[in-house]
């Protein structure tokens, strides 16, 4: 089969993903929905073992890696454009899914990243988290703020990936990017972070942050005065922090609750919906963590509507709530009311709205 046809195609057709699945035609992932190849045959198990040794191109360790675990991680470089593969099995046949960096990074501004986050970055100490759920964006929103720093203030920028994904040019701040895996710069995140702390970073970023031990060495990391900015694999902002203390034994959630409240931030949690102009709309959620929340996340008992409450009735604070962020959108008549109400629950729809009445009555006064 003609592999370089395919991601030839995935190129031009600006596709986010590449998924090669047995039995099925290849399918590309554009604007969220996936769209097959018509031209291409259905996929054989044999094909599916020549994109298997495509992708690992004879390289032993990485073949070492698939038959033990199963799943395997890798990037590779194709035409000046980064693609990152993920393989795993499916009743012991391959399946490959490819994501297509993108050789431009988009700019902070275009993205529709919030001011408050690039003002967060100018701190000197504590936690920023960058959240969603899987394809909503994290990676580049991430890498934005990376950019940001790098062209924007003079530090040390230590990065941890799995796999590396944009590659970064030191500018005004020096820039470090080191792998995560086995046989890689680093064997895992956890220990890459403990490592960070004696390679004198100012800002220590992590790819994903997802298990006990990679959260308490970034604490550790913040506790001892550096700004780490990760992100998670959660859809709220309130959420986040639920999920930040469920990763430890009930007898050490107190006392993660008071580190949290103390060096955590700024939490932003993204969406993604394909708006009115068929193009991607970055629906963000924005929670700084003053007085109020820190002491919603310090309470015994951690109440997640409370912390969605804090987060909506704050926004002088730099607060963005989620409703406030579909009710803006749908002003902009960037995204269907439909749309809106869909990301939020029923019983929310009232408050929606009248947030929407709001905004049309201050854009009147205008």
């Not at 454009?81 to 490819?98: G, H, M, Q, W």
């Not at 956890?190 to 790819?207: A, Q």
């Not at 109020?292 to 969605?308: G, H, P, R, Y």
Request: proline share 2%.
């Amino acid at each position: 089969m003609n592999i370089d046809k395919i991601l030839d195609e995935a190129i031009t057709s600006d596709a986010s993903d590449i998924h090669f699945v047995c039995d099925n035609k290849p399918r590309l992932r554009i604007a969220k929905k996936l769209v097959p190849i018509e031209d291409s045959e259905v996929l054989t198990p044999e094909d599916m073992s020549e994109i298997y040794d495509f992708l690992v191109k004879g390289k032993l360790d990485k073949d070492e890696i698939f038959n033990n675990t199963r799943k395997l991680d890798l990037s590779f470089q194709y035409k000046e454009i980064r693609i990152r593969a993920n393989i795993s099995l499916a009743e012991d046949i391959p399946v490959c899914t490819l994501r297509i960096i993108k050789k431009a990074l988009p700019s902070y501004e275009t993205l529709g990243i919030p001011d408050i986050v690039s003002k967060m970055t100018y701190e000197t100490q504590g936690l920023i988290l960058v959240t969603g759920k899987t394809n909503s964006g994290k990676s580049t929103t991430l890498n934005a703020i990376i950019n940001y720093i790098n062209e924007n203030q003079n530090k040390k920028l230590l990065i941890l990936e799995n796999p590396i994904e944009y590659k970064h040019q030191s500018k005004k701040s020096l820039i470090v990017q080191k792998e995560v895996g086995k046989g890689k710069d680093s064997l895992s995140f956890s220990d890459g972070v403990k490592n960070s702390l004696r390679e004198d970073c100012d800002i220590l970023v992590i790819g994903e942050i997802r298990d006990k031990e990679t959260m308490q060495a970034s604490i550790q990391m913040a506790e001892a005065g550096h700004l780490v900015i990760g992100t998670l694999n959660t859809k709220a902002c309130a959420e986040t922090i639920d999920r930040i203390i469920n990763f430890y034994e009930v007898r050490e959630q107190n006392t993660v609750k008071y580190m949290l409240s103390s060096l955590l931030k700024l939490v932003i949690s993204q969406r993604l919906l394909i708006g009115t102009d068929n193009k991607l709309v970055l629906v963000p959620e924005v929670m700084v963590v003053d007085n109020l929340i820190a002491s919603i996340i310090k309470k015994e008992s951690l109440n997640v509507s409370e912390i969605e409450d804090a987060i909506q009735s704050n926004i002088e604070k730099g607060n963005i709530g989620l409703i406030n962020s579909l009710a803006k959108l749908f002003i902009e008549d960037k995204i269907t009311l439909n749309q809106a109400k869909s990301q939020i629950e029923e019983k929310n729809w009232e408050i929606l709205n009248r947030t929407l009445m709001q905004l049309k009555i201050q854009k009147g006064r205008q």
